[in-house]
């Protein structure tokens, strides 16, 4: 399947991960699908270098308001097509009138006592330069005990050659024991239901990092909760999707009982390099963006990667998650985040479900991580990623992946508020089976 293929950087492009380790910079902007705002002219499609952005069409079978489009007309056709048969995908999407009070506090959480200091020796290679705070945590995971209510800290597959090389367990051991230093159970707002704003305190980048949690607000308060991480797309926030189409998002989180968490990534791509110029198909396009990576950019993505982990170890830390229900989404840059964080820290997750961002390559990515991962594809069918994410889904099918593929006529944007009922529906049916 080409996992294992000796794809190699110049002695250049190493030399700057070499200096990323060492970089003191301030983190700049990067995003893999582009960083501009999305555009909202109606009367054509603007793509931008990476697809990101609600971008408007009067052709498509919704008219786009923001970066996740809008909400769907009755008669906008889905096709799905996977190696478990045939799936008709929701052609339209309904906003649900459910509140979204919080018990607790609605505004600002912090997840924890600001300023919690760390203690331990700074792991070479890790993220960021982060120190390991439990004894016995870092690369490999030797000391650490098995905690039952957390993936273990193990990881199989080769390095993403398309990302960074952050080595997973260390990263995973570091998020984990930022997570236990901070933990406050006396904290307002500790396991609180409903919608709310939280921050973290990420020693990398010196400053309290927002995350978008959404808890059912008829949790009662002690149930394991199944889990949906979302990634969103260049030129957007942790908040811009959930708060579109009448936070249709947070209603399908209240509606099929999960707990909902956005992160930002910081800056950057959530790790991946990829961008529209080298959707799957494309290994020469990937080779060429590959080259482009500078020390800044490879730190402003290490952080972004990081980001995401322990903004996921934070909410595992807070509240009871039923580990194998954990899934993980994400639009344009966001689908290249849920390739690449679903590759590479496969061990958290039970499904995925990229949306219009075929981000990710035959060769140098771990597809044996994928194995007992179920994957569902979606894409529009006005989208310049179209003919990657087609290829993509026959190879997957090919292959003898657990996929599904759904296309809906719509265009980038657009397609968002169509698919995402049939991303719930398709993580209740992992989580069934």
């Given at each position: 399947m080409g996992s294992n293929a000796p794809l190699t950087r110049s002695a250049t492009t190493q030399n700057c991960r070499l200096l990323a380790l060492?970089?003191?910079?301030?983190?700049?902007?990067?995003?893999?699908?582009?960083?501009?705002?999305?555009?909202?002219?109606?009367?054509?499609?603007?793509?931008?270098?990476?697809?990101?952005?609600?971008?408007?069409?009067?052709?498509?079978?919704?008219?786009?308001?923001?970066?996740?489009?809008?909400?769907?007309?009755?008669?906008?056709?889905?096709?799905?097509?996977?190696?478990?048969?045939?799936?008709?995908?929701?052609?339209?999407?309904?906003?649900?009138?459910?509140?979204?009070?919080?018990?607790?506090?609605?505004?600002?959480?912090?997840?924890?006592?600001?300023?919690?200091?760390?203690?331990?020796a700074t792991t070479a290679g890790g993220s960021g330069g982060v120190a390991a705070v439990s004894s016995g945590t870092g690369a490999g995971g030797t000391g650490e005990q098995p905690n039952a209510d957390k993936p273990p800290l193990e990881q199989p597959g080769a390095p993403i050659y398309f990302g960074t090389t952050l080595d997973p367990v260390t990263v995973m051991s570091e998020a984990r024991a930022r997570a236990e230093a901070q933990a406050d159970p006396e904290a307002p707002g500790w396991r609180a239901t409903g919608d709310q704003h939280r921050t973290y305190h990420f020693d990398a980048t010196n400053r309290d990092e927002p995350f978008r949690l959404y808890v059912p607000t008829d949790w009662d308060g002690e149930s394991k909760l199944p889990l949906v991480m979302f990634l969103h797309g260049a030129g957007s926030n942790q908040n811009t999707y959930l708060d579109q189409n009448n936070q249709l998002m947070l209603n399908l989180a209240q509606e099929h009982g999960f707990l909902l968490v956005s992160a930002l990534g910081v800056e950057g791509a959530y790790g991946n390099f990829l961008r529209l110029s080298a959707p799957f198909g494309n290994q020469a396009g990937a080779e060429e963006l590959m080259a482009q990576v500078t020390a800044e950019s490879e730190r402003v993505n290490e952080l972004s990667e990081t980001d995401v982990i322990n903004v996921l170890e934070v909410v595992l830390e807070e509240y009871p998650i039923d580990l194998t229900a954990i899934f993980l989404t994400g639009h344009s840059m966001g689908s290249g985040g849920a390739w690449y964080i679903g590759g590479k820290y496969s061990v958290y997750f039970k499904a995925i479900a990229p949306m219009s961002g075929p981000f990710v390559q035959e060769s140098g990515y771990p597809w044996d991580n994928l194995r007992d991962v179920s994957i569902l594809v979606t894409e529009g069918t006005q989208t310049p990623s179209l003919e990657g994410s087609q290829l993509l889904a026959e190879w997957l099918v090919d292959n003898g992946f657990d996929s599904e593929y759904i296309e809906v006529n719509a265009d980038h944007g657009g397609m968002v508020p169509l698919v995402l009922p049939d991303v719930f529906d398709f993580f209740d049916e992992a989580r069934s089976n």
């Open positions: 060492c970089c003191v910079s301030s983190v700049l902007g990067f995003a893999a699908c582009g960083s501009e705002p999305p555009s909202s002219d109606g009367d054509s499609e603007a793509v931008t270098d990476g697809g990101d952005g609600p971008v408007s069409s009067s052709s498509s079978a919704a008219t786009s308001l923001g970066m996740g489009g809008a909400q769907a007309s009755a008669n906008s056709a889905a096709t799905a097509t996977g190696s478990a048969g045939n799936s008709s995908g929701t052609a339209a999407t309904t906003a649900l009138t459910t509140g979204s009070t919080t018990n607790g506090s609605a505004a600002e959480v912090a997840a924890s006592s600001e300023g919690a200091t760390t203690s331990g």
